[in-house]
């Protein structure tokens, strides 16, 4: 199976971020890796597809380390046919000239939930940066969710991400990141030295339905109320029901409708309240997005949780399940 390219594209104001900031760093430095050496690559491909007895399993896997896999669960409580697929690395997070690269393919039928075994810490680095980029297409009829551990960004850390998300005009996509700017027990706040993500939706008959871009370059720079503000943990939730028409649309409007009302409690942000929530449909209403700021994980883990749940249990047929409680 070829890997092909591991590096996602790189922002220009990035990569000349980087360059600047490693020409002025001092020569000394010693015990950096280059890309590409042994440890330095994983790759994760996998396919899910409907077995002979209906249950979704892995039709096809190539895994390179520091990444692995085992082989997929079957807990949720509402169909012992859904698989869950953990993610596990031997390596201990993301270091500099770290290149992780997954693709996930789901089958037509296929109802699986892509999850990792912990939270991703992307370390100080003294050159170079650490990438993950991760692809996943979502067959006709397919289900599949793409819930990831959260990742926390430590002091003097470099950071590219990307996560694009192809879907099939009968696909149903449900999924969410959460970002840390920092190990706030530690007192660390904003003092990466530079992080940008990027997520990117394509549905079938639709140009890009989402392209959502942030590019924070420097410590500190990340507090300004154009970027994170005051919040040090983010998180996004997207869903795009079955995406053909006219159903889907219909179910984006149920889906928005109730996601308002599941956090109406919350509301903006008034300075006093825990978490910030917002709600909005993408381009053609094809899905909705919602993204939670808050200042601590497990606020902003509870927040996506429950609104996870209501969208799951509206788009799938059943609410959504505890992936650390067997």
Known sequence: ?????????????????????????????????????????????????????????????????????????????????????????????????????????????????????????VHRMNAGFGSQWTSLGVGEGAVAEYLPG?????????????????????????????????????????????????????????????????CILGPGVGRSPMLYGRWPVWGTLLVVPTAGRPVGLHQTREVVEELRKSTAAAGADSGDKSVAIGVSTLVGNVGCMVRVAGHSVPEVRGALGRAHSTARQLVVGRPAFDLRVM
């Open 150 to 214: 959260h990742t926390t960004l430590f002091a003097g850390s470099r950071c590219l991400q990307q996560t694009d998300f192809t879907v099939a005009a009968e696909g149903t996509l449900l999924a969410s990141e959460v970002v840390m700017v920092g190990r706030l027990a530690r007192g660390e706040y904003h003092e990466f030295e530079a992080f940008a993500q990027r997520t990117r939706v394509m549905v079938e008959g639709y140009p890009t339905v989402l392209n959502d871009n942030v």
């Open 1 to 121: 199976m070829s890997v092909g390219a591991v590096t996602p594209p790189i922002p220009s104001d990035f990569a000349r971020h980087i360059a600047i900031v490693d020409a002025h760093a001092h020569s000394a430095v010693t015990g950096v890796r280059a890309v590409g050496q042994p440890g330095k690559v994983g790759v994760l491909h996998a396919t899910f597809a409907p077995g002979r007895t209906g249950k979704t399993a892995l039709s096809e896997r190539f895994v390179k380390t520091p990444m692995h896999i085992a082989r997929p669960l079957y807990v949720d409580p509402g169909d012992p046919a859904h698989a869950c697929l953990y993610l596990r690395t031997t390596g201990g997070g993301v270091a500099e000239n770290d290149r992780i690269r997954q693709r996930f393919t789901f089958a037509p039928g296929a109802q699986a939930t892509v999850t990792t075994q912990a939270a991703t810490n």
